[in-house]
């Protein structure tokens, strides 16, 4: 039989090992993610490559919507649209940029700054 | 923590503590291990870049934003009939063409605050997770602490043993040398004095009271 200091300590280097194999590969991605140099770049270019997508969607829905109506733009108000559209891109692209940028960098200043104290002895 | 033959044993309660972490460990495994490592996997998977939770969310954002616009499209074609604002005119095929850029900002903008809030679950779902594995961990460095306290506490209790029976043998030790020294010291007393005063004459050099 063995003695409870011993079984305590097996308790304990149980705890530790589960703690390691199933946290610490938790806590690796976050830290990844927080000090990951092309995370900034990379949620950027979700966000871009994400909102033209969806202006594209609505700008093929528009299409659907004129045809519906029977519609077709001269060539002064397809000029008028379209330079209406790309600002509204641009507008659009910069404002989701910025937000994807400043959010992910919120994030990555949260997660360092919410780093474990160093453990006591 | 009491003596038995020359033994120290563990007191009832720090047996009973080190079955009840047993147990609890064995019941943590049963029962909230296999759910924190499910919630660990959807943690885990929602953050990649074509997750479901990802496509959920800014699916519904997309048709969310869709449905409004298309209500509202309605009733501005509408409008502008009923102000005699015909599918002929500028007016009708440049407000057409403007609420349309208007979606498709609405559209992608939303869309981006669900691929933003799918970070934010993601990213707190991980912390949560790391705040529970710290305090594992902090428990694993108490149950540290309590095991060796216990062990410390049983050490100290067989130093305190060794320390007795070294004593003991001490102090047998000290009353044969303290005896035997009794006897002998008028001798070795007499023999250094004759040695001289160099020697500060009369010394004990043993003591019989001090057996160390």
Request: hydrophobic share 35%.
């Amino acid at each position: 039989m063995i003695s409870a200091s011993q079984a305590l300590a097996d308790f304990t280097q149980e705890q530790w090992q589960h703690y390691v194999s199933q946290f610490v590969p938790i806590e690796n991605s976050l830290i990844e993610w927080a000090v990951d140099p092309n995370k900034v770049t990379q949620n950027r270019d979700r966000a871009m490559t994400g909102f033209n997508q969806q202006f594209d969607i609505a700008q093929q829905g528009l299409e659907r919507r004129q045809r519906s109506y029977g519609i077709t733009l001269n060539a002064d108000e397809q000029r008028a649209s379209d330079r209406n559209a790309d600002l509204q891109r641009s507008l659009g692209e910069v404002q989701v940029a910025n937000t994807s940028r400043d959010l992910t960098i919120d994030r990555q200043r949260g997660i360092m700054g919410a780093a474990p104290a160093m453990p006591q002895g | 923590m009491n003596s038995k033959k020359g033994q120290i044993e563990e007191s009832p309660q720090e047996r009973a503590l080190a079955q009840v972490a047993h147990e609890r460990l064995a019941d943590y495994k049963t029962r909230w291990q296999p759910l924190q490592q499910r919630t660990a996997e959807v943690v885990q998977s929602m953050g990649k870049a074509d997750s479901w939770e990802r496509r959920q969310a800014t699916g519904k954002a997309a048709s969310d934003t869709e449905q409004a616009f298309g209500a509202a499209e309605e009733k501005a074609d509408a409008a502008d009939m009923n102000q005699g604002i015909g599918a002929g005119s500028s007016a009708f095929r440049l407000g057409q063409t403007d609420m349309a850029a208007d979606k498709g900002r609405a559209r992608g903008l939303v869309v981006e605050s669900g691929e933003q809030a799918i970070d934010d679950a993601y990213i707190g779902g991980l912390q949560q997770l790391m705040a529970i594995g710290r305090g594992q961990s902090t428990q694993a460095a108490r149950g540290l602490g309590a095991s060796a306290l216990i062990g410390s506490r049983h050490a100290e209790g067989e130093a305190q043993l060794a320390a007795s029976r070294r004593s003991g043998q001490r102090h047998t030790a000290g009353v044969l040398v303290g005896g035997a020294m009794r006897t002998a010291a008028p001798y070795v007393n007499q023999g250094i004095n004759s040695m001289g005063s160099g020697f500060g004459g009369n010394h004990q050099y043993f003591d019989a009271a001090d057996p160390g």
